[in-house]
């Protein structure tokens, strides 16, 4: 069964503004770039927030592994 894609409302709102599959395309990747961005922000933001220093966060990352 395929799975829906998320994008996909943003799509045809993309495409019903006129942009053409090449545009939607970019727009899409810049988007996924700035979403990364965002959420490598907050999760160092975060750090220290809920008392966990980043080496703790490590160890528990490894200690997973």
Do not use: C
């Not at 053409?20 to 970019?26: A, G, R």
Request: aromatic share 6%; net charge negative.
């Amino acid at each position: 069964m395929a799975k829906a894609n998320p994008n996909k409302p943003l799509i045809d709102w993309l495409r019903d503004k006129g942009y053409t599959p090449e545009e939607v395309q970019k727009i899409l990747a810049r988007l996924a770039a700035y979403d990364h961005k965002i959420l490598s922000d907050a999760v160092f933001d975060s750090i220290g927030a809920d008392g966990k220093t980043l080496e703790e966060i490590i160890r528990e990352v490894m200690q997973d592994a």
